[in-house]
């Protein structure tokens, strides 16, 4: 059988080599159409491209990859924490892929698979369609994902609604009545909205103890300290301010203690407010919390993804980790 080139893949799809190379190294920079009809040339052919040929004559390129949005946020930081804990002791090399936009994720499962770089995948937080499964699938890059769900692949999940619900019950539980949200807004397409899965939470906790949420004691802005920091304020101006705040993390939980000092308005006396994530600042500012396991889960994640590798389980698992209430001094 004759070796399939990058220039049959080209001439199949109608394209220059050179952009058959960039689907393969850079295909966030070809539009999704050229993309997409490349990727299908590649997938009818059985186009193995060199890096992935000498990758399988070494028998395993020796990294593992995680692909990730918000890479400079606090809670990857401590995800990729568990993550490093767990490779230091294998012989395995982390690679960071940061994706800040739909079509960068989107190339980076279309090329990852093809070009052979990783022997593993750890994918957090980012959805993907089963167009992506399937070549990440036809391809052998064994995959864990953190924090989104798919029936061929084995994943970390956290419940974000049950901590918008353990947030709301203690609350509720510390006889709050007018309780108000900060979470985001302007989330990106390419990530999960978590902001939103833990209102629907909360809102539903509330609601089963016959609490309203109005829209009034709703405020979102793109995820900032500064932005948490000025809808407090706006929730503190209104006629009958919340006496109590769940924000949908650590970091914006932060700007709403600034706006309450700022204020005179004190906390928790006036103002009760809990935050999402159990950042390590958390602690040290005594913080009432919900605590995701975010080390855990990047531990647990790269165990199930070496002993895929190791040969020792081939079955696709799904660990729900448990969320925490941490009562400090807020609430």
Known sequence: MLTVTVYDVAKKAGVSI???????NSPEKVNKATRA??????????????????????KGSGRIG??????????????????????????YELVIYNV???????????????????????????PFGDDAAKRLLSNGLVTVLIEFTHPSFSSIEIDNQAGGRLAAQYLVEQGHRRCAFVGDTDLPDYA???????????????????????????????????NARQLTHRLLDLPEPPTAIFAASDTQAMGVLKAA????????????????????????????????????????????????????????????LPLTLVRRETA
């Not at 009809?37 to 070494?58: T, W």
């Not at 936009?101 to 937080?125: E, F, N, Q, W």
């Not at 109005?214 to 979102?220: F, T």
């Open 66 to 91: 995680v692909l990730a949005p918000f890479f400079t946020y606090p809670s990857f930081v401590q995800r990729l924490q568990g993550v490093t804990a767990v490779l230091d002791d294998s012989p």
């Open 18 to 24: 050179t952009t058959v190379s960039r689907v393969l």
């Open 261 to 320: 000092r700022e204020r005179g308005v004190a906390v928790p006396g006036e103002l009760a407010v809990v935050g999402f994530d159990d950042l390590e600042i958390a602690n040290y500012i005594g913080l009432t919390t919900i605590r995701q396991p975010l080390a855990e889960s990047g531990r647990v994640a790269v165990d199930l993804l070496l002993a895929r590798l190791a040969g020792h389980s081939r079955s696709v698992q799904h660990i729900r």
């Open 192 to 226: 999960i909205p978590t902001s939103d899965q833990r209102l629907v939470g909360y809102r539903a906790a509330l609601s089963a103890a016959g609490i309203s949420l109005p829209e009034s004691y709703i405020a979102l802005a793109p995820h900032s300290l500064e």
């Open 100 to 126: 800040d936009s739909s079509s960068r994720r989107d190339g980076y499962l279309a090329s990852l698979p093809l070009t052979r770089r990783l022997d593993g995948l750890v994918i957090m937080a980012l």
């Open 37 to 58: 009809r490349i990727l299908a040339a590649i997938d009818e052919l059985g186009f193995v491209p060199k890096a992935e040929a000498v990758a399988r004559a070494r």
